[in-house]
Nanobody, 127 residues
Framework: VPLQAPGGGLVQPGGSLRLSCEPS????????IGWFRQLPGRQREAVAC????????KYADSVKGRFTISRDNAKNTLYLQMNRLKPEDTAVYYC?????????????????????WGQGTQLTVSS
């Protein structure tokens, strides 16, 4: 699996969780990386993206102010800090990687932008 992203689980509403993602066999220092999620019965949707060139970030409106995406190139790791979690955040979360670009850009939300996807990790927000 090229992208390893363990760390999901069960969290109570209002709680926090941090997801991490590490590539296997390559580094993503110079490329845009991010997170998508798939809610039950829905299509995959973009959560956040972070560029490599200047670490600029993009967020879906539904998570702005609650989620923070970050990267540690020295550790070759991507993070998603999720705070004030809501039941509607329940989804399978995917780490994604764009080997063709170092920026997120205005089309960061398009699934076709990313050519490498992790297996996905389940997050359930419930009391």
């Amino acid at each position: 699996v090229p992208l390893q992203a363990p760390g999901g689980g069960l969290v109570q509403p209002g709680g926090s969780l941090r997801l991490s993602c590490e590539p296997s066999g390559f580094t993503f220092d110079f490329h845009a990386i991010g997170w998508f999620r798939q809610l039950p019965g829905r299509q995959r949707e973009a959560v956040a993206c972070i560029s490599s060139s200047d670490s600029r970030t993009k967020y879906a409106d539904s998570v702005k102010g609650r989620f923070t995406i970050s990267r540690d190139n020295a550790k070759n790791t991507l993070y998603l800090q999720m705070n004030r979690l809501k039941p509607e955040d329940t989804a399978v979360y995917y780490c994604v990687y764009d080997s063709r670009s170092n920026i997120c850009g205005e089309y960061y939300y398009r699934a076709t932008k990313y050519d490498t996807w992790g297996q996905g990790t389940q997050l359930t927000v419930s009391s």
